[in-house]
């Protein structure tokens, strides 16, 4: 009962302000926009998380934009996962954008995070739209392989997952993704690795270690032939002492 009187009490204070909600069509078509890859579209309809209309979330203005760059991570996950991206990648890039919110300790800060997320996410979505369609077989590989990159992967354990012997399903994977299987694996380990690079302070040799490289010369052999420079280099280039908006003082 007294969450009913509460919210007659807001309804009847936004009436008397002729306070309402963003259209509900435009911010459906706002998240559509990033579903299809469409940075045109998405960028005509971003509109600012302060503007009249985003409703009142917290009495603390900056905790309220927060608020509402939360719930508009987790709309922008749940479209994008529909869409057919990773449904595990998806929740890892949401968990390193509301990681990223949480410590903002600025308004600006959120505006920025909000343009660059939504950026972020249609540059996924249109590299999603570019990947071929794989078979089954080789999409169970493929998950296989993301679930296990900190482990031991073998060939025989993907030949089990896809229900082939060793020496079809290694053919059919270089057929489909115009790679090995283990240049594939070796690949999304350094993808992963940057990742942990930028967004974490872990060791370059916890790193090589927990991606099952045999050791931490041979990751950064390996890191440098894909990349083009060392994983130390590319740490120091790319890697954020204090996420945008981040001050030394606590909120």
Known sequence: MEIQNELTRVEFKNREYLSKHISYDREMAFYQSIKNGDMEEMHRLFKPLDVEGMGKLSNNPLRNLKYHLIITVAMITRYIIEAGLEMESAYNISDLYIRKIDVCNTEEGVHEIHKELCEAYV???????????????????????????????????????????????????????????????????????????????YTISDIANYLQFSTESYFISVFGKLCGLTPKKYREMNFRSKLPGQTDDKE
Do not use: W
């Open 123 to 201: 540059k996924r979505m249109q590299a999603q739209k570019k990947q071929r369609l794989y078979s089954k077989p080789v999409s169970q590989c493929i998950d296989y392989i993301y679930d296990h990159l900190h482990e031991k992967i073998t060939l025989e354990a993907l030949a089990e997952t896809a229900g082939m012997s060793t020496s079809y399903i290694s053919k059919l994977f270089h057929n489909e993704v115009r790679q090995t299987i283990a240049q594939y694996i070796q690949q999304k380990r350094i993808d992963t690795a940057k990742n942990l690079l930028i967004f974490t302070d």
